[in-house]
């Protein structure tokens, strides 16, 4: 069985200018995670969703990011425009959350690098 | 609310010796507790979990962890250290039904020859 997949796994842009991160969670996953990860610190959560609902997204700094997971399956996650200090990796997990115990599976991650 | 704090940034070991990782949590609720790793430039993989069954979890590679309420404490341990055991550990709080989990800002594990 496949992991989560994410691409692309490197993603260098100048300041201001857009990028998009996509996200294929495990099948039969119902709930699907984007976490940013800066360097030396754990991730912290940005967006989770239940099927194709944002139950909760009071993390993401909407006025430039934004999220969607069409179909309940697959999830992109948009900057627009990327400022400096968005660089850092950009994780992204499911789960089967009616299985109890919330455990996370990950993917590789998006590393961002901001010029 | 929930929180984790890991209680030691780095931590070194010879090969062979005991790792002890250590994380005390805050939460509102009973807790589910993990502990994941995190080698360079790969994706967070879970350790172990506790889940309110038996307090002393074992996980995979040897690591395990007890759960103690009085002290609201998650160590992680395993007896004789690896080489491949250098990673970044992190240890994770959740409130279960919610679906919350909130992260500590990691532990990185050197492993001496």
């Known amino acids: 069985e496949a992991g989560v997949v994410q691409s692309p796994r490197y993603k260098i842009i100048e300041k201001k200018q857009p990028v998009a991160f996509w996200c294929n969670p495990i099948s039969g996953h119902n709930t699907l995670y984007w976490y940013l990860q800066n360097l030396g610190q754990g991730p912290e959560l940005l967006i989770r969703?239940?099927?194709?609902?944002?139950?909760?997204d009071s993390q993401l700094p909407k006025d430039r990011f934004s999220a969607e997971r069409l179909k309940g399956v697959d999830s992109t996650l948009k900057i627009q425009p990327a400022e400096l200090g968005d660089s850092a990796v950009y994780l992204c997990?499911?789960?089967?959350?009616?299985?109890?115990?919330?455990?996370?599976?990950f993917g590789a991650g998006s590393r961002l690098t901001v010029l | 609310a929930q929180s984790v704090t890991q209680l030691d940034s780095h931590v070194s070991v010879s090969e062979g010796t005991p790792v002890l990782l250590r994380c005390n949590y805050s939460s509102s609720y009973s807790p589910s507790l993990f502990w994941y790793v995190q080698h360079p430039n790969k994706g967070l993989q879970l350790l172990l979990k506790?889940?309110?069954?038996?307090?002393l979890v074992k996980g995979i590679n040897g690591f395990e962890a007890e759960f103690k309420k009085s002290e609201t404490s998650f160590h992680l341990t395993k007896p004789s250290a690896h080489m491949s055991d250098a990673a970044e550990y992190f240890c994770v709080v959740s409130d279960g039904n919610a679906g919350k989990s909130t992260f500590g800002d990691g532990t990185t594990l050197t492993v001496k020859p």
């Open positions: 969703y239940e099927n194709e609902e944002a139950v909760d």
């Open positions: 997990a499911s789960s089967f959350s009616l299985s109890g115990a919330n455990v996370l599976t």
């Open positions: 506790y889940t309110s069954a038996a307090t």
